[in-house]
T-cell receptor
């Protein structure tokens, strides 16, 4: 029944060790988003894909990369995680005309850095 | 520039009380959309409602109701007869037609319903 699926729910990695978070969707939505949410804060948009077009937010660190091999899957790669990257990472999707459509969120992946 | 303000950081109510969560937005665009999301402790963001700028009708869905007033740039959310399951963080968000995909979230209001 889940429509936006994030794996894993919890991820632990070591300082500086690359990590990949995954997101898949069954909604066939054109747009996929990655957000970072730190404790007691609002979600912060990192980047999004509109179909295959990648759109990076101006203040997203270079340490964060993304891949979207097909409509259903999107990955968030953190090349060298620092302690400040510990957060909840949320994936979301929306249809082709996203401005007036709600975004559908996954359950999130909580990333811890040792 | 777009901005959403949720001035209430934390609210506690006793079960069965009514509670209103405030949301004030700023935009110069005439076409925009407002949303409310619920984030329970488990972490997922659950969509509650969308309202566009041309529709000022208030909406009721069960115990939930929303009051959209363009004159005060507010989109407030009321829960009547609150229940423990309503405990969550609630986010108000804004999107505008000509910024495409960008959602502008408020900082959220943490609601605790005490049994």
């Amino acid at each position: 029944d889940a429509m936006v699926i994030q794996n894993p729910r919890y991820q632990v990695t070591q300082f500086g060790k690359p990590v990949t978070l995954s997101c898949s969707q069954t909604l066939n939505h054109n747009v996929m988003y990655w957000y970072q949410q730190k404790s007691s804060q609002a979600p912060k948009l990192l980047f999004h894909y509109y179909d295959k077009d990648f759109n990076n937010e101006a203040d997203t660190p270079d340490n964060f990369q993304s891949r979207r091999p097909n409509t259903s899957f999107c990955f968030l790669d953190i090349r060298s995680p620092g302690l400040g990257d510990a957060a909840m990472y949320l994936c979301a999707t929306s249809p082709r005309n996203p401005g007036n459509q709600p975004q559908h969120f996954g359950d999130g992946t909580r990333l811890s850095i040792l | 520039a777009q901005k959403v303000t949720q001035a209430q950081t934390e609210i506690s109510v006793v079960e069965k009380e009514d509670v209103t969560l405030d949301c004030v937005y700023e935009t110069r665009d005439t076409t925009y959309y407002l949303f409310w999301y619920k984030q329970p402790p488990s972490g997922e963001l659950v969509f509650l409602i969308r309202r566009n700028s041309f529709d000022e009708q208030n909406e009721i869905s069960g115990r939930y109701s929303w009051n959209f007033q363009k004159s005060t740039s507010s989109f407030n959310f009321t829960i009547t007869a609150s229940q423990v399951v309503d405990s969550a963080v609630y986010f108000c968000a804004l999107s505008v037609a000509n910024t495409g995909n960008q959602f502008y979230f408020g900082t959220g209001t943490s609601l605790t319903v005490i049994p």
